[in-house]
């Protein structure tokens, strides 16, 4: 069964912790991405990973780390010098090998800091 | 800085009505995706434009890309309570990255049509 799967659904943060939010696929895409969600707007993007062991900063990744050790993950987390970390957290694919951009999306991660 | 912009950011529609979605950017771009969310859900692809002129149908919904006027449109015809949700259009923009060049893509705020009986 090929898709994206994010994990958990829901998560709670007390203020000061990190939590890490996983991001896994089976569709052998090359490029993953995350992006953050506040309610009424679109999506701005937080990191992203063309290859394996390589990744670049989007437009707000301060606050959030990634790694990607394997082709098929693409954790993020979300560290304490995150001020503002309550929001919807969304992972996409791509597949490099087609020239346009359309991504994949994930079902989700919804992140709330209590 | 590139812009994305939706209008209107809120669209009430009756069933049977038609009405258009507006997304204006504000950079060269010839590579534009509309995508439609339902509430807390993910992202649904629904057209990929790649080209000035592009246009693609699907159902009662049907978009279009005019890269001279940095304008793409989606065009919903007669509309029923299915389609209510939110839309965003996303512009391609090319960026530095590994082997030479990458995309992203820059979203727009998102349009939330209501369909009502």
């Known amino acids: 069964d090929g898709g994206i799967t994010q994990s958990p659904k829901y998560l709670f943060r007390k203020e000061g912790q990190n939590v890490t939010l996983s991001c896994e696929q089976n569709?052998?895409?090359?490029?993953m991405y995350w992006y953050r969600q506040d309610p009424g707007q679109g999506l701005r993007l937080i990191y992203y990973?063309?290859?394996?062991?390589?990744?670049q900063k989007g437009d707000i990744a301060e606050g959030y780390s990634v790694s990607r050790e394997k082709k098929e993950s693409f954790p993020l987390t979300v560290t304490s010098a995150q001020k503002n970390p309550t929001a919807f957290y969304l992972c996409?694919?791509?597949?490099?090998?087609?020239?346009?951009?359309?991504?994949?999306f994930g079902p989700g991660t919804r992140l709330t800091v209590l | 800085e590139l812009k994305v912009e939706q209008n209107p950011l809120f669209l009430s529609m009756q069933e049977g009505k038609n009405y258009t979605i507006y997304c204006n950017y504000s950079?060269?771009?010839?590579?534009l995706y509309w995508y439609r969310q339902d509430p807390g859900k993910s992202l649904e692809s629904l057209f990929v434009?790649?080209?000035?002129?592009a246009v693609k149908q699907e159902g009662r919904l049907m978009a279009s890309l005019d890269t001279k006027a940095r304008l793409s449109t989606l065009h919903i015809t007669a509309a029923v309570h299915d389609l209510s949700a939110t839309y965003f259009c996303?512009?391609?923009?090319?960026?530095?990255?590994?082997?030479?060049?990458?995309?992203?893509?820059?979203f727009g705020t998102g349009t939330l049509l209501a369909v009502q009986p």
């Open positions: 996303a512009v391609d923009l090319s960026i530095p990255g590994y082997g030479g060049a990458t995309n992203k893509l820059i």
């Open positions: 434009l790649l080209s000035n002129g």
């Open positions: 950079t060269t771009s010839d590579r």
């Open positions: 996409a694919t791509k597949l490099a090998e087609i020239s346009y951009n359309e991504q994949f």
């Open positions: 990973s063309q290859i394996v062991n390589d990744f």
């Open positions: 569709l052998n895409h090359d490029a």
